[in-house]
């Protein structure tokens, strides 16, 4: 049971356009959203979050907007970079009860920005 | 430099043996975790430790084993009972505060394969 899910596995975008990535998720207790960068043979690297009460985020570059209702959330990058060009990774994490602090991770969407 | 440290980065070692990871982490957090990435997937969860001397299954236990003696380390052991051990493992640890509501920060990753 994929708990959460990213049905893009790539996405290829010009530099200096912007990039969406997209996550849906089907468990209603997860009030906490993460996005991971990840270059090959290295460990993921956090790049910004949300909670639950918010519907955006914004770090630079980055932001992150979620959709309760429709339990999904996106990534924009803008303007993309071809040192972004990576796989990225959304999470998921309930806080409190036996769940507490347990991510759970979508399948990755790998990033490409052309020069 | 505050971090985690993962070793060895290439593990080999024949099939029936069991074989430790090792994680250390000077961040003062007080979560670790280990996760597993095989090619086209997420990360998924093996084992997680809120504090020392406690840890929890996480989604793929099965053939693995943890010990959490000490707040910065958090071995891993696969062992012989593991049916498909070759993969990419990663540790990560986080701070215990927020409702569980805290980015994981992760090391570099050990690739473990079997001969």
């Known amino acids: 049971d994929q708990q959460v899910k990213q049905n893009s596995p790539s996405l290829s975008v010009q530099e200096g356009r912007i990039s969406i990535l997209n996550c849906d998720y089907t468990n209603s207790m997860f009030d906490y959203f993460l996005w991971y960068k990840k270059y090959p043979a290295e460990g993921p690297t956090f790049l910004i979050s949300i909670s639950s009460i918010k519907d955006k985020n914004e770090d630079g570059r980055f932001t992150v907007f979620l959709n309760k209702s429709a339990k999904h959330l996106s990534l924009h990058i803008v303007p993309s970079q071809p040192g972004d060009s990576a796989v990225y990774f959304c999470?998921?994490?309930?806080?409190?009860?036996?769940?507490?602090?347990?991510?759970?991770f979508g399948q990755g969407t790998i990033l490409t920005v052309h020069p | 430099d505050g971090g985690i440290t993962q070793s060895p980065k290439y593990l080999f070692r024949k099939e029936g043996q069991n074989v430790t990871l090792s994680c250390e982490q000077n961040?003062?957090?007080?979560?670790m975790y280990w996760y597993r990435q095989d090619p086209g997937q997420g990360l998924r969860l093996i084992y997680y430790s809120q504090i020392v001397n406690d840890f929890q299954k996480g989604d793929i236990a099965e053939g693995y084993s943890v010990s959490r003696e000490k707040k910065e380390s958090f071995p891993l052991t696969v062992t012989s009972a593991q049916k498909n051990p070759t993969a990419f493992y990663l540790c990560?640890?986080?701070?215990?505060?927020?409702?569980?509501?805290?980015?994981?920060?992760f090391g570099d990753g050990t690739r473990l394969s079997i001969l």
């Open positions: 961040l003062n957090h007080d979560a």
């Open positions: 990560a640890s986080s701070f215990r505060r927020g409702g569980g509501n805290q980015p994981q920060h």
């Open positions: 999470a998921a994490s309930a806080s409190g009860g036996t769940s507490y602090g347990k991510l759970t």
